[in-house]
Structure formats: structure tokens, C-alpha cells
């Protein structure tokens, strides 16, 4: 049964720092891992979707990376903005279908 | 393009009521999946519609139902509430099954009194 943990579980930041967010899963047999934010009580939004042949991929100050064979991936924040305040959830993908197992998220705020 | 929407964003039932939430996908996507969210949780999949068949299922019960129409519409059915189905149910939606990215809507706040 696939687990993804996320580490950690919140976080607090001052306005301009870099910071990073982990993820771990337990099988390594997946298609594709995606990160989302969301904001409280809001539905998801989707940040960046990796494949499991990619290692890495960027948007704008966001840039997550995969690490298939070890179960990880890190989600990279440049220059964090109080609007980056929200809960960040990586969920992976595996075998045919939509189904996405999530972790339980990490909650960021970024003070001014 | 019109993203997924889905209603209604709030409702209150009863213990052992039925409750039916919708959800538009977004254009051009046949497969959409349904999740449950507990307060504090990361999303749980309860099921996926692919040309209006449903070929998958979490671990919820027989009561947890759906359906999807011709233009990829869809909805969950709840029947005879508990008290623990109170929750955010989130609608995704995708261009393709398995691999592609997936788009969340807004959510429905379901409590159960």
C-alpha cells in the first residue's frame, strides 16, 4: 500500500527566503507525482506535474525535482512571498487511472 | 476555458439523509475522479468515471456513489449519511486517463448534524 509522507508538517518562513518542502512515498513504482497548493477551505491547485522519466521541472519560482528510485521528491520555493502562504500537497500516481494517493500536506507561512 | 465547477459549495444534512453533489469538468476532459477531505487530511480517492463507466474505487463503501452523463458531467451520491462523511469532496477532472495532469475544482462542504 502506497504512503507519502510530507516533512515538515508546518512551516514558518520570513518574506524572501528559500526554502524547501519534502515528500516521501514508499513505492517506487509510479507514473507521476504532482504537487498542489491550497488555500483554506478552497479546492486544489495544481503547481507542477513531474513524470516518473523526469527528474525535474520549473515554473516560474517554483521548481520540483524527483527522485523515483529513492521516493522523494522536494519542492523548491524561491524568494518566498507572504501570498505563497497556503498548505502544499504532493500526491502521487500509480498503476492505470486517476487515482492519486496525497500526503497529509505542509502548511507554509511566510511572514512579512 | 472554463476550469471544473462544482456545486453546491456548502450544505448541511442530517444523519441518515441522501445528498447528490455535482461537478462540471473542465472542457474537453472525459475522466473525472471524486476525493474526500477531512479537516487537517490530504484528499482520499472514493472513485473515477471514464466514459460514463466507473473502472475505479477507494476504500469506500457501497453507499458512495456516482454517475457520469454524455458530456462528462458528473455526480456523488451519499446515501444514508454519517456523521463522518462530514468533509470537503473534491471533483478532478483530466484530458486522459493515468498520465495527465488533473485539475481540482473548488470543492463542496458537506456537514453532517
Known amino acids: 500500500k502506497q504512503e507519502v509522507t510530507q516533512i515538515p508538517a508546518a512551516l514558518s518562513v520570513p518574506e524572501g527566503e528559500n526554502l524547501v518542502l519534502n515528500c516521501s512515498f514508499t513505492d517506487s513504482a509510479i507514473y507521476n507525482l504532482q504537487w498542489f497548493r491550497q488555500d483554506p477551505g478552497k479546492g486544489l491547485t495544481s503547481l507542477l506535474l513531474i513524470q516518473s522519466s523526469q527528474r525535474e521541472q520549473t515554473s516560474g519560482r517554483l521548481n520540483a525535482s524527483l527522485d523515483k528510485s529513492s521516493g522523494r521528491s522536494t519542492l523548491y520555493i524561491a524568494a518566498s512571498q507572504p501570498g505563497d502562504s497556503a498548505t502544499y500537497l504532493c500526491?502521487?500516481?500509480?498503476?492505470?487511472?486517476?487515482?492519486?494517493?496525497f500526503g497529509t500536506g505542509t502548511q507554509l507561512k511566510v511572514e512579512l | 476555458e472554463t476550469g471544473v465547477t462544482q456545486s453546491p459549495t456548502h450544505l448541511i444534512k442530517t444523519r441518515g439523509q441522501q445528498v447528490t453533489l455535482r461537478c462540471s469538468s473542465q472542457s474537453g476532459h472525459n475522466t473525472v475522479s471524486w476525493y474526500q477531505q477531512a479537516l487537517g487530511q490530504g484528499p482520499q480517492f472514493i472513485f473515477q468515471y471514464y466514459r460514463e463507466e466507473e473502472n475505479g474505487r477507494g476504500n469506500f463503501p457501497p453507499r458512495f456513489s456516482g454517475l457520469q452523463f454524455p458530456n462528462y458531467s458528473s455526480e456523488l451520491n451519499v446515501n444514508a449519511l454519517e456523521l463522518d462523511d462530514s468533509a470537503l469532496y473534491l471533483c478532478?477532472?483530466?484530458?486522459?486517463?493515468?498520465?495527465?495532469?488533473?485539475?481540482f475544482g473548488e470543492g463542496s462542504r458537506l456537514t453532517v448534524l
Open positions: 478532478a477532472s483530466s484530458l486522459e486517463q493515468g498520465h495527465g495532469e488533473l485539475f
Open positions: 500526491a502521487v500516481r500509480h498503476g492505470g487511472g486517476n487515482k492519486l494517493t
